[in-house]
């Protein structure tokens, strides 16, 4: 089935319906109107349920599932189709396509971790998707659309402090839209993340018995 829409109580006795549009099919329209399973978290939940990261966002569709072996490294199922991936470039490729808008990021022994700021919304597309996203698509596709330019200027910024042990960490995101033109018009987007722990990650060294040389 497919998540339509979503309900916000306004006041006792009325409930307002919001519509989402999709580009499921390479055009908006209402998700209501789209003729297949697809499920999508629009800007306002994904705000809403504080999003930033894969992990964020897939526990929130009921028909994806992964395993992780650490960042960037997921490997993506929806409906439990799986085609034995094992992350060689010989071996079965993915089963669920990622996609960056209409860029494909899928790739082999791992899912992208996207960033998910000032993203317009976040697209489950279950079963086979072929025909309109081509290979690795054969159980679904996960679709990131960003937001687009627009013609009146805006801007925000987004700070995140935590401690994890006694270690410090952040999460810093802005964006900025600049019309330009009457016809041309500019987003820019940018983050920095730090994750708090107590196990650092720091450069190792390896000196050469034969040589003695370290590097």
Known sequence: GATAAYAED???GTTEVTEVIVTAQK?????????????????????????????????YLPSVSFQSEGPNSAQVFIRGVASGENGNHSGPL???GVYLD??????????????????????????????????????GTIRFIT??????????????GNTVHGDGGYVGEGFVNLPVTDKIAVRLVGWAEHD???????????TFATSGDTI
């Open 27 to 59: 055009r908006a329209e209402s998700l209501q109107k789209v003729p297949m399973s697809i499920q999508a978290l629009d800007a306002t939940k994904l705000q809403q349920l504080n999003v930033t990261q894969f992990n964020d966002y897939v526990k």
């Open 94 to 96: 993915p089963t669920v």
């Open 10 to 12: 306004k006041k006792p």
């Open 102 to 139: 209409e860029q494909p990021i899928t790739t082999i022994g791992g899912t992208l971790d996207a960033h998910v700021y000032d993203m317009e919304r976040v697209e489950v597309l279950a079963g086979p998707q072929g025909t309109l996203y081509g290979a690795s698509s054969e159980a």
């Open 196 to 206: 708090a722990g107590y196990i650092d990650n720091v450069l190792g060294s390896r």
């Open 147 to 160: 937001k687009k330019p627009t013609h009146t200027f805006s801007a925000g910024v987004d700070l995140q």
